[in-house]
C-alpha cells in the first residue's frame, strides 16, 4: 500500500507542476489585465509540439528547446496586440469569446502543420529510474522537479530583484498609480503574455517525454492550469503552485484508488467546491472582475 501511494504521489506531483507553471501563467496576465487567457493551454501545447517538430528536423537539443520556448512567447505578443489589445475595455463575455477563439486558431493551425497524431520526445537523460520504499521514479520526472524549481526561483528574482519586474507588480496593484509613475502598463501587459506563453510552453516540453503530446492537448491541460490558479487564488503566485501541485495529487490518487475513468473529472469537481466553499482559494486571491 505504501509503494502504490508513493507511485501516485509521485505520478501527480510530475503533471501537478505542469499545472502549477500554467497556472502562473494565467495568474501573470490575470495580475496585468484582469483578464483570464483562455489560450494559455495552446501554450504548453506548442512547447512540446515545436520541441518534437525541431528535435525531428535535427536540431541540437538546447536551440530546439529554446525555440520551443521563444516561438510561443511571440505568439502569446501577438495575440495581445493583435486580439486583445484593440478590445481591452470589452465586456467579459467579449474577452472570453476572443480567447476562445484564439484558442481554436492556434490548434487549427497547429493540426494543419503538424497533423492530428500523438508525438513524444525522449527522456533527457537515460539514467535508470529510481526505487524509493517500492515506488518508481522516473528520472524525467526529476527534471519536471529542477526545471520547475529553476523557474520558480528565476521568477522569484525577476520579480523582487529587477525593475522591470516591479513594474509588473506595480502595474498589478494598483494600474492607475503605475501609469502615474510612468510605468508604461501596455509594455508590461505584453510582457505579461509573453511571460506566461513561455512558461506554458516550459511545462509542455517538460511533460511531453512523460506523457505525449498531439495538437489538442492543450485543452485539458489549460482547463486544468486554470483550476490550480482558482484553487490556489487567483492572482496570487504562491497560490499557484500550491494549486497546481494540489490538483495534480488529487487527480492521480483519484485515477489510482477510484478509477481512471474520472480522471478529467476530479479537477472540475474541485473547482466546484472551492468556488462553494472557498470562492478566493486557498490563499485569498484578489477579487474578480473579469472571468
Request: charged share 10%; aromatic share 10%.
Amino acid at each position: 500500500m505504501q509503494a502504490e501511494f508513493l507511485q501516485f504521489l509521485f505520478s501527480g506531483l510530475t503533471v501537478g507542476a505542469t499545472y502549477a507553471l500554467a497556472a502562473l501563467g494565467f495568474n501573470l496576465i490575470y495580475n496585468s489585465s484582469h483578464v483570464i487567457n483562455f489560450a494559455q493551454g495552446e501554450f504548453i501545447m506548442l512547447g512540446g509540439m515545436l520541441a518534437v517538430f525541431f528535435t525531428q528536423a535535427g536540431l541540437h537539443w538546447a536551440p530546439a528547446f529554446t525555440l520551443a520556448i521563444v516561438l510561443p512567447a511571440l505568439v502569446g505578443i501577438l495575440l495581445e496586440k493583435l486580439a486583445i489589445e484593440p478590445v481591452k475595455n470589452a465586456e467579459t463575455v467579449s474577452l472570453i469569446i476572443i480567447t476562445i477563439g484564439a484558442s481554436l486558431v492556434i490548434r487549427g493551425l497547429v493540426q494543419v502543420w503538424l497533423g492530428k497524431g500523438a508525438h513524444s520526445l525522449p527522456p533527457f537523460s537515460d539514467h535508470e529510474p529510481l526505487f524509493l520504499l517500492g515506488a518508481m521514479l522516473l528520472p524525467q520526472s526529476l527534471w519536471v522537479f529542477g526545471v520547475t524549481s529553476i523557474v520558480m526561483v528565476v521568477l522569484w528574482y525577476f520579480f523582487n530583484r529587477t525593475l522591470a519586474g516591479k513594474a509588473m507588480l506595480a502595474t498589478a496593484y494598483n494600474q492607475v498609480a503605475a501609469q502615474l509613475v510612468g510605468i508604461s502598463t501596455g509594455w508590461v501587459l505584453l510582457m505579461s503574455f509573453a511571460l506566461a506563453a513561455a512558461l506554458g510552453a516550459v511545462g509542455g516540453i517538460l511533460i511531453t517525454p512523460i506523457t505525449l503530446t498531439s495538437y489538442d492537448v492543450g485543452i485539458m491541460l489549460g482547463l486544468k492550469g486554470f483550476v490550480a490558479a482558482v484553487l490556489g487564488g487567483l492572482g496570487n503566485g504562491l497560490g499557484a503552485v500550491v494549486g497546481g501541485l494540489l490538483v495534480g495529487v488529487l487527480e492521480a490518487m483519484g485515477a489510482g484508488y477510484i478509477s481512471s475513468a474520472y480522471k478529467d473529472a476530479i479537477p472540475f469537481v474541485l473547482i466546484l467546491l472551492v468556488l462553494f466553499f472557498m470562492p478566493r482559494g486557498l490563499f485569498g486571491g484578489r477579487s474578480t472582475d473579469r472571468v
